[in-house]
């Protein structure tokens, strides 16, 4: 089965440089859920979208946007790099909001250094 | 705020025995989902198994299985008959829904050890 597609895989950047993130969601998943995991530390939600338009947002810093594209893929922008932002990030995909027996299945990471 | 704790930083388990990982969850809703994601040195974030407050019947998938107190806010994961590719960090999660949308809490995760 397909899974989510993350790219890339990993990056690396020097600080006050920009940095994009994609994400592709299991076909026909509409929703796409962004986490920043630190070292050591559990995910911390970002971002999510629901048919292209922002659902919710979490510990997202202002450096930091998103969008979802009209092909449900999302990319996150990063800029002004801080060394502190360096992380794996996830992207999550889901079937829709309207039904609560949704899951969440998550893509490989793009783990990203910043120098 | 909902919050999720797992109090065992690190567990390790022989092969082929049972070890089960606790997880608790602060909340005041009745309606949610707890989680339990698997995530290997790959650092992907596998989906081990689910359950839905609404159900009494804990969840169970092959040598994996929940026991779900929603009394005590109790959600503890039992792996049964360890294999050496179950060794990973494992995340409880608590998913709740709010406007329609999704929001997960995990828990900071434990490290599970198996020994050959």
């Known amino acids: 089965a397909a899974g989510v597609i993350q790219s890339p895989r990993h990056l690396i950047k020097e600080k006050r440089e920009t940095a994009t993130l994609k994400c592709y969601p299991i076909p026909r998943h509409d929703t796409v859920y962004w986490y920043q995991q630190g070292p050591g530390q559990d995910p911390q939600f970002l971002i999510s979208?629901?048919?292209?338009?922002?659902?919710d947002k979490g510990s997202i810093p202002d450096r930091f946007s998103a969008q979802q594209f009209s092909d449900y893929h999302s990319e996150l922008n990063m800029s002004s790099l801080e060394l502190g932002d360096s992380a794996l990030y996830f992207c999550?995909?889901?079937?829709?909001?309207?039904?609560?027996?949704?899951?969440?299945?998550f893509g490989p990471g793009t783990r990203l250094t910043v120098l | 705020a909902q919050t999720v704790t797992q109090s065992q930083p690190e567990m390790s388990v022989q092969e082929a025995e049972t070890v089960t990982l606790s997880c608790t969850y602060d909340t005041s809703e009745s309606d949610y989902y707890l989680f339990w994601y698997k995530q290997p040195p790959s650092r992907q974030m596998i989906l081990v198994i689910r359950q839905e407050a609404y159900k009494q019947q804990n969840a169970t998938e092959n040598r994996f299985s929940v026991n779900f107190q929603k009394a005590a806010k109790s959600f503890s994961l039992k792996i049964s008959d360890s294999q050496l590719g179950d060794a990973a960090m494992y995340f409880c999660?608590?998913?709740?829904?709010?406007?329609?949308?999704?929001?997960?809490?995990f828990g900071i995760g434990t490290k599970l050890q198996v020994i050959p």
């Open positions: 999550a995909s889901s079937l829709g909001v309207a039904t609560s027996t949704d899951t969440q299945y």
């Open positions: 999660a608590y998913v709740r829904y709010s406007g329609g949308y999704q929001k997960v809490t």
């Open positions: 979208f629901y048919e292209k338009m922002q659902s």
